[in-house]
């Protein structure tokens, strides 16, 4: 299968509502990993530095990045004060 062709699929498959749905959801899920590792990384942090300041643990922190983990919102805060940042959430009507 070409990069082509897994474009044609993703594109036809969301078309389905389940599909797009769940595509939407992963999508933001890895946006928000996205910001929090450039974020740590622009500070110069380790993982274990944000843990201390978020009030967690190295591992915790590592299972967020690596996608393994959903975050809260309250978690998010944590998250974002540690790393200096402000969260922004809105809602777009479809």
């Known amino acids: 299968?070409?990069?082509?062709?897994?474009n044609r699929h993703i594109e036809d498959s969301l078309k389905e509502?389940?599909?797009?749905e769940?595509?939407?959801e992963s999508e933001l899920a890895y946006e928000i990993t996205r910001q929090i590792i450039a974020l740590r990384l622009q500070r110069g942090l380790t993982q274990q530095e944000v843990a201390l300041r978020a009030g967690t643990t190295q591992?915790?922190?590592?299972?967020?990045?690596?996608?393994?983990?959903?975050?809260?919102?309250?978690?998010l805060i944590k998250l974002a004060n540690a790393?200096?940042?402000n969260v922004s959430i809105n809602l777009q009507p479809r």
């Open 83 to 85: 790393l200096k940042a």
């Open 1 to 6: 299968m070409t990069m082509d062709d897994l």
């Open 22 to 24: 769940a595509w939407a």
């Open 59 to 75: 591992s915790v922190i590592a299972r967020i990045e690596n996608g393994e983990q959903n975050i809260s919102i309250k978690t």
């Open 17 to 20: 509502p389940a599909f797009a």
